[in-house]
């Protein structure tokens, strides 16, 4: 199987934080740039932030920067999305998704309609107190 997984979502207060992981299954995740989404109920699929293959380049969502960090361990083959400052507004189904290639983390926050290789299953965040 060849699959991502995402884990670490919850229900938290605002102002809280939460650390998202996703885990690839069945393949490494060192050649591919990763991207997170999210959406919440009656809108699109959004952009978050990406994550190149090396780990050196990152984008975020102007909604998010400064309050999210995006990482990566190759070594477990692993990205992480630090969530810190939690709003209500963060609320949502978040999905991690790889690119092989890398295009859709140049530069630019990541496109959900891009042609990912792998999406996730998604793991709910709910901010609320």
């Known amino acids: 199987q060849l699959q991502l997984v995402e884990s670490g979502g919850g229900l938290v207060q605002p102002g809280g934080s939460l650390r998202l992981s996703c885990a690839a299954s069945?393949?490494?995740?060192?050649?591919?740039?990763v991207g997170w989404f999210r959406q919440a109920p009656g809108k699109e699929r959004e952009g978050v932030s990406c994550?190149?293959?090396?780990?050196?380049?990152?984008n975020y969502a102007d909604s998010v920067k400064g309050r999210f960090t995006i990482s990566r361990d190759n070594a477990k083959n692993t990205v992480y999305l630090q969530m810190n400052s939690l709003k209500p507004e963060d609320t949502g189904v978040y999905y991690c998704?790889?690119?092989?290639?890398?295009?859709?983390?140049?530069?630019?926050?990541?496109?959900?309609?891009?042609?990912?290789?792998?999406w996730g299953q998604g793991t709910q965040v709910t901010v609320s107190s």
């Open positions: 998704a790889a690119d092989y290639d890398g295009v859709s983390c140049f530069g630019r926050t990541p496109d959900p309609k891009y042609e990912y290789d792998y």
């Open positions: 069945g393949f490494t995740l060192d050649y591919y740039s």
């Open positions: 994550i190149s293959a090396n780990g050196r380049g990152t």
